[in-house]
């Protein structure tokens, strides 16, 4: 036991006695048997790749090979740091004339310039002469000219190589810029005019050359004029122009310098893309501007035969679609489209309109009307909108030879409420249509139409009987009842029998103004209404209204709005598909319009007339059950609020894409049953009119009565009485 614990501490004696004297050695020395020795710090390549590390006692140092310097003593080959290439071109190193100095690692050498090539038995260089060692450089539409290291291409008459002289020319046709038909306006016959011109001088090698920018910028000049003026009326004008600006931009796009050009003006927005070289481009390239992006590769753009250039080039026609006027008769899809399209809408005419700016999108290969790779687009839409059962996008290209808008070549990839991404497998000027789908006419809404308009009709017309010849009820309010009972009738009886009389334009129009008109009038006799009901409750004295006041506003309005809106819009009276007024530019508002004003005015005298008198019946009334009074007033705010036109605010929601077919059936039935609300209104819950019927009914029933008895009491006489005759005329007599 003892014997182990002496060695126990032998050993522990070792190892402090060791560590004592590795911690007494200065740096660069170790510790070993005999004391401290030198460590060899080179052993591990401390110096690096370019540099001889030469170990002292206590320390080393590294000497720098030619051609390098020590990165901590710059003026002194030996250090203890790394050491780094010395680039001789920059400080003392020279060449013979007509050679270059190139830097190597831990050297340099003279080479000669790019062109030239060292001569043989000396070190000067010569000029190579690409032409003779490198057929066909300049193609067979060239003479290539050697120059002292270089070349350059002339091209032959009619060919060119765009400004350049070392590329190869490619064949320039001019006769695309001539004006197609003698209607071509003017500001475009001057920008064709333009283009030839500049066009014509790439044709003649010793014509004067044209900066790539300048023509761009009046390019564009001219487009906003032409575009600013509204000219593009028609398909062949709109056909000229697209087909103008694509020529124009391959006519201008290899002529750029700078690899990306931008260029804004008040109407357009455009964005190119140039590479230049001896190697077509390779990678992808990517355009913007305010409303697409454009998305393709530099080996689509350059195609199969390369010319020495290569560009893509995106323009963006901001005003192109903003007036109705410039798709007018041609804002269309081709007849082989419209033929694809959904089967539920064949009855019904599909309406289309562009929901993104015009784009052209153009690259320098020739062949793009069927590209092996296709290309991207991503529309902004200029409505935000997203797809529904009644609208949905489509990806289409302005087709010149039919002057329509066809989506052959081009598939939506997908689409949101703001973006639409397109597809194409050819190039050209491309949009966004949005196909509105009309909501069809179902059995059930038509018969709840027609069996409420005649139950109506039989109410108005009992309305107006009652109204006109019973005189315990006559006075200013009633006048309105009677005034507005006439209007709904009339405009009830014309719709009914006229609202899908479409085959005869003229005929269509008429109806549409007349049910205008009437229902206005209806309007505004509901209006009076509304205020009469204000002036009878809060204003107590204040109970009557003028004739003539009344005429003035229930007729004299109605007609203004009909005269003005004819003579602005006359178009506007009529659709294809109802007699009505149309959608399309805003027309509608001049009857919606009124309406939401009449409407407002009218629920804010119901909201004043039922507050006051709730204050009156309370008062008045102050055992009477709560329940009982809520209830009454409920059942008469509710029917006085629809005799009031408060149906018509679920009017409103038929413009919206959510909830449609139940707005459109609530609207249906409440306004179809308009005339036997207020029949039941102002007929049946009067209390004075009811005893007017009763009368009525009475004296019905009691001439019956009379008839009756009379009846009976000759039939009795006779029975008794033999029949006497006259012998002179032979006739008989009861």
């Given at each position: 036991?003892?014997?182990?614990?002496?060695?126990?501490?032998?050993?522990?004696l070792?190892l402090?006695?060791h560590?004592?004297?590795?911690?007494?050695?200065?740096?660069?020395y170790?510790?070993?048997?005999?004391?401290?020795?030198?460590?060899d710090?080179?052993?591990?390549?401390?110096?690096g790749?370019?540099?001889?590390?030469?170990?002292?006692n206590?320390?080393?140092?590294?000497n720098?090979?030619e051609?390098f310097r020590?990165?901590n003593?710059?003026?002194f080959?030996?250090s203890?740091g790394?050491?780094?290439?010395i680039?001789?071109?920059?400080e003392n190193?020279?060449?013979?004339?007509?050679?270059v100095?190139?830097?190597?690692?831990?050297?340099?050498?003279?080479?000669?310039?790019?062109?030239?090539?060292?001569s043989?038995?000396d070190?000067?260089?010569?000029?190579?002469?690409?032409?003779k060692h490198?057929?066909g450089?300049?193609g067979s539409?060239a003479?290539?000219?050697?120059h002292?290291?270089?070349?350059?291409c002339k091209?032959?008459?009619?060919?060119?190589?765009y400004?350049?002289?070392q590329?190869k020319?490619?064949?320039?046709t001019?006769?695309?810029?001539?004006?197609?038909?003698q209607?071509?306006?003017?500001?475009?016959?001057?920008l064709l005019?333009?283009l030839?011109?500049?066009?014509?001088?790439?044709?003649?090698?010793?014509g004067g050359?044209h900066?790539?920018?300048?023509?761009?910028?009046?390019?564009f000049?001219?487009?906003?004029?032409?575009?600013?003026?509204?000219?593009?009326?028609?398909?062949?004008t709109?056909?000229?122009f697209?087909?103008?600006v694509?020529?124009?931009?391959?006519?201008?796009?290899?002529?750029?310098?700078?690899p990306v050009?931008?260029?804004?003006?008040?109407?357009?927005?455009?964005?190119v893309?140039v590479?230049?070289?001896?190697t077509?481009?390779?990678g992808?390239v990517?355009?913007?501007t305010?409303?697409?992006?454009?998305?393709t590769?530099?080996?689509?753009?350059?195609?199969?035969?390369?010319p020495?250039f290569a560009?893509?080039?995106?323009?963006?026609y901001?005003?192109?679609?903003t007036s109705?006027?410039y798709?007018?008769?041609?804002?269309?899809?081709s007849q082989?489209?419209?033929?694809?399209?959904?089967?539920?809408?064949?009855?019904g005419?599909i309406t289309?309109?562009?929901?993104?700016?015009?784009v052209?999108a153009?690259?320098?290969n020739?062949e793009?009307k069927?590209?092996t790779?296709?290309?991207?687009?991503?529309?902004?839409?200029v409505?935000?909108?997203?797809e529904?059962?009644v609208?949905?996008?489509?990806?289409v290209?302005?087709n010149?030879?039919q002057?329509?808008?066809?989506?052959q070549?081009?598939?939506k990839?997908?689409?949101?409420?703001?973006?639409?991404?397109?597809?194409?497998?050819?190039?050209?000027s491309?949009?966004?249509l949005?196909a509105?789908?009309?909501?069809?006419?179902t059995?059930?809404?038509?018969?709840?139409?027609?069996?409420?308009l005649?139950?109506?009709?039989?109410?108005?017309?009992?309305?107006?009987?009652?109204?006109?010849?019973?005189?315990?009820?006559q006075?200013?309010?009633?006048?309105?009842?009677?005034h507005?009972?006439?209007?709904?009738?009339?405009?009830?009886?014309?719709?009914?029998?006229g609202?899908?009389?479409?085959?005869?334009?003229g005929?269509?129009?008429?109806?549409?103004?007349?049910?205008?008109?009437?229902?206005?009038?209806?309007?505004?006799?509901?209006?009076?209404?509304?205020?009469?009901?204000?002036?009878?409750?809060?204003?107590?004295?204040?109970?009557t209204?003028?004739h003539?006041?009344m005429?003035?506003v229930?007729?004299?309005?109605?007609?203004i709005?009909?005269?003005?809106?004819?003579?602005?819009?006359?178009q506007?009276?009529?659709t294809?598909?109802h007699?009505?007024?149309?959608l399309?530019?805003?027309f509608?508002?001049?009857f919606?319009?009124p309406?939401?004003?009449?409407?407002?005015l009218?629920?804010?005298?119901?909201i004043?007339t039922?507050?006051?008198l709730a204050?009156?019946?309370?008062?008045?009334?102050?055992?009477?059950?709560k329940?009982?009074?809520?209830?009454?007033?409920?059942?008469?705010a509710?029917?006085?609020?629809c005799v009031l036109?408060?149906?018509?605010?679920?009017?409103?929601?038929?413009?919206q894409?959510?909830?449609?077919?139940?707005m459109l059936?609530l609207?249906?039935?409440l306004?179809?049953?308009?005339?036997?609300?207020?029949?039941?209104?102002?007929?049946?819950l009067?209390?004075?009119?009811?005893?007017?019927y009763?009368k009525?009914?009475?004296?019905?029933?009691?001439?019956?009565?009379?008839?009756?008895?009379?009846?009976?009491t000759?039939?009795?006489s006779?029975?008794?009485?033999?029949?006497?005759?006259?012998?002179?005329t032979?006739?008989s007599?009861?």
């Open positions: 036991m003892e014997l182990k614990w002496t060695l126990l501490v032998f050993l522990l070792g402090f006695l560590i004592s004297g590795s911690r007494g050695c200065s740096p660069g170790k510790a070993s048997k005999s004391g401290c020795d030198d460590e710090e080179c052993v591990d390549n401390i110096c790749n370019h540099s001889e590390c030469i170990n002292t206590g320390s080393y140092y590294c720098c090979k051609g020590s990165t003593t710059p003026n080959t030996q203890t790394q050491c780094i290439d680039n001789e071109c920059t190193a020279e060449c013979p004339m007509g050679m100095c190139v830097n190597n690692i831990g050297s340099h050498s003279c080479e000669c310039k790019h062109g030239y090539r060292e043989r038995g070190s000067n260089c010569a000029d190579i002469d690409e032409c490198q057929s450089l300049c539409h003479d290539c000219e050697n002292p290291g270089s070349y350059s091209c032959h008459h009619g060919y060119s190589n400004g350049n002289n590329s020319c490619i064949e320039i001019c006769n695309q810029f001539e004006a197609e038909t209607n071509t306006p003017e500001k475009l016959k001057s005019s333009l030839m011109k500049s066009c014509e001088s790439l044709r003649d090698p010793d050359r900066l790539g920018e300048a023509l761009l910028e009046n390019l000049t001219s487009v906003d004029e032409l575009l600013s003026e509204g000219n593009l009326a028609d398909s062949d709109l056909s000229q697209l087909g103008a694509e020529n124009s931009m391959r006519l201008i796009g290899p002529q750029l310098k700078e050009t931008r260029m804004e003006t008040h109407n357009t927005y455009a964005e893309a590479k230049h070289g001896e077509p481009p390779t992808s990517i355009l913007r305010d409303s697409a992006h454009f998305n590769s530099w080996e689509t753009a350059a195609g199969d035969s390369y020495g560009f893509a080039a995106l323009v963006s901001k005003d192109l679609n109705s006027d798709f007018s008769g041609i804002g269309k899809i082989e489209d419209e033929s694809r399209e959904r089967s539920d809408t064949k009855k005419k289309y309109q562009l929901n993104s700016r015009v052209t153009i690259i320098s020739p793009t069927q590209l790779d296709p290309v991207t687009l991503i529309f902004k839409h409505e935000e909108r997203a529904s059962k609208m949905n996008y489509s990806c290209y302005w010149e030879t002057g329509a808008w066809s989506g070549g081009c598939v990839a997908w689409s949101s409420n703001t973006h639409t991404a397109c597809s194409c497998s050819h190039l050209s491309f949009a966004v949005m509105l789908y009309p909501i069809k006419d059995f059930a809404l038509v018969l709840i139409t027609r069996v409420g005649v139950l109506s009709l039989i109410c108005l017309l009992l309305c107006i009987l009652t109204f006109r010849f019973c005189r315990s009820i006075g200013t309010r009633n006048s309105i009842h009677l507005l009972s006439v209007c709904l009738f009339i405009a009830d009886l014309v719709f009914l029998c609202i899908s009389s479409t085959h005869n334009r005929a269509c129009a008429f109806v549409a103004g007349l049910l205008h008109f009437f229902f206005l009038a209806a309007f505004c006799w509901m209006l009076l209404e509304g205020v009469q009901l204000y002036r009878m409750v809060v204003l107590v004295f204040q109970t209204l003028k003539l006041y005429y003035a229930g007729y004299g309005v109605p007609l709005i009909v005269i003005i809106s004819a003579v602005a819009y006359p506007g009276y009529g294809e598909r007699c009505w007024l149309s399309e530019g805003d509608i508002w001049s919606f319009a309406v939401c004003i009449i409407i407002l009218n629920s804010f005298c119901f004043i039922v507050w006051k204050e009156k019946f309370s008062s008045l009334n102050p055992d009477l059950s329940l009982r009074m809520i209830k009454g007033f409920t059942v008469t509710v029917a006085q609020l036109g408060g149906m018509w605010v679920f009017g409103c929601f038929l413009f894409e959510e909830g449609t077919q139940v059936y609207f249906t039935i306004n179809s049953l308009q005339g036997a609300l207020i029949f039941f209104m102002h007929c049946i009067s209390k004075t009119v009811r005893e007017e009763y009525l009914i009475g004296r019905v029933c009691s001439q019956k009565e009379k008839k009756y008895s009379e009846f009976s000759n039939q009795s006779n029975s008794q009485h033999p029949l006497r005759t006259d012998q002179s032979r006739e007599k009861i």
